[in-house]
């Protein structure tokens, strides 16, 4: 049984030059095999000029972009640190004659005053705004910040025997630990500059001094921080803090000792010692730090206080978003994932009172 077959070419069109390949590779592979690669050689010998020339324009163009951003942002933060300066000098009178009181008051116990300033102001500042947030992960009031959850549905109330384990844990390691550590650290401070010197620092060494802080704690914190996700110490340590998928404003402290150490109370205190700082500024700068942490853990993202949306997927995905800032995780490509998901559009201040999940929100789940 013979099968017959037809052939047509009206819809198959050959250009001649593809027509003498195919020939050429048939009758000669191997020669033909290297004429096409000297050919694609020579090809990219054509494009790699033009693609230098794209890298070039698009590095003159990101050079553009940053050097007009930069210009405008330090025209902003000289006319914004100008503005406060003039209130700084304007209270500043006020300001020094109470510290000179303080300091008659407590002539010769300097130690009570650098207490009150270092572990009962940020004590303060720490458990009144977690009350607040504590209201509202336990009763829901009111009724309106549920809106603005992060993960939406957990800690829809939080677990009461969870959280009252969670604040025994925070309490030991701030009395425990956080008091006499401060303490203890009296002394050195002492030895770099007396806390208690009479005058005030000025405004602008003010905003160095936490410039240089933040940037310490950055860079402190992120590398303790990624430390302690290697398999044996976040067995053995870490692991307790990541207990909280869904993280609260109060378990921001909730860790094993030995991170309390490294990674919550180090990264915060060598700023002041290296810089041998007024009891002012390391007053100022501990409550500022409790507060963003509690902002970073507290599962809101609320209008006109900073983003926690890059700390609350750390402890959503675990592997990403170790640092505070996120240049360090820009720079070692430890946010990569996290720059893929909607949670990183929604990661700015939120301006308005409308939630960004509900501006900017998940993509629908796939169905199976």
Same mark, same amino acid.
């Given at each position: 049984?013979? $099968? ?10 050959? +250009? ?8 050429? =590779? ?12 000297? #050919?694609?050689? #020579? =090809? ?12 070039? *324009? ?22 914004? !640190? ?8 304007? +209270? ?21 005053? &650098? ?15 977690? *009350? ?13 910040? !549920?809106?603005?959850?992060?993960? @939406? ?28 550590? @401060?303490?203890?650290? &009296? ?5 770099? *500059? ?28 992120? &590398? =303790? ?8 110490? &976040? ?15 109060? $378990? =921001? ?30 007053? @100022? ?13 507290? *599962? ?6 900073? !983003? ?61």
């Amino acid at each position: 049984m013979r $099968i017959k077959t037809k052939l047509s070419f009206s819809n198959v069109i050959i +250009s001649p030059r593809k027509f003498w390949e195919t020939c050429w =590779s048939v009758s000669n592979p191997e020669r033909f095999h290297l004429f096409k690669m000297k #050919g694609e050689a #020579g =090809s990219m010998r054509q494009e790699k000029p033009k693609q230098e020339e794209r890298i070039w *324009g698009s590095m003159k163009k990101a050079a553009f972009i940053l050097g007009s951003g930069l210009l405008l942002l330090v025209a902003f933060s000289n006319s914004v !640190s100008g503005q406060l300066q003039r209130f700084w000098d304007a +209270s500043g009178c006020f300001q020094q004659a109470q510290w000179e009181r303080l300091l008659s008051t407590f002539e010769g116990k300097e130690w009570i005053l &650098y207490i009150i300033a270092t572990i009962l102001v940020p004590a303060l500042v720490f458990w009144s705004f977690n *009350g607040l947030l504590l209201v509202a992960d336990t009763a829901r009031k009111p009724n309106f910040i !549920s809106r603005y959850r992060i993960q @939406v549905g957990q800690n829809e109330p939080v677990d009461a025997m969870k959280l009252r384990q969670s604040i025994r844990t925070v309490l030991f390691n701030q009395c425990m630990i956080s008091v006499p550590m @401060v303490v203890f650290l &009296y002394p050195i401070i002492k030895v770099r *500059g007396d806390p208690c010197r009479r005058e005030l620092p000025t405004f602008h060494w003010f905003l160095l001094e936490l410039a240089i802080f933040t940037l310490i704690n950055e860079v402190l914190f992120y &590398y =303790s921080h990624r430390l302690l996700h290697h398999p044996t110490l &976040y067995k053995k340590i870490h692991k307790k803090h990541h207990e909280w998928t869904a993280p609260i404003g109060v $378990i =921001s402290l909730y860790a094993h000792p030995i991170e309390h150490v490294a990674s919550n109370m180090l990264p915060v205190v060598l700023g002041p010692i290296l810089m041998g700082s007024h009891l002012s500024s390391i007053a @100022v700068w501990f409550s500022l730090a409790l507060i963003c942490t509690t902002v970073s853990h507290c *599962g809101y993202h609320l209008p006109f206080l900073p !983003s926690p949306e890059f700390h609350d997927y750390h402890h959503l995905r675990f592997n990403q978003c170790y640092g505070v800032l996120g240049v360090l995780d820009h720079l070692h490509g430890t946010d990569t994932m996290f720059k893929q998901t909607k949670a990183y559009e929604r990661h700015r201040l939120l301006l308005g009172f409308t939630p960004l999940s509900e501006s900017i929100p998940d993509p629908p789940k796939k169905m199976d």
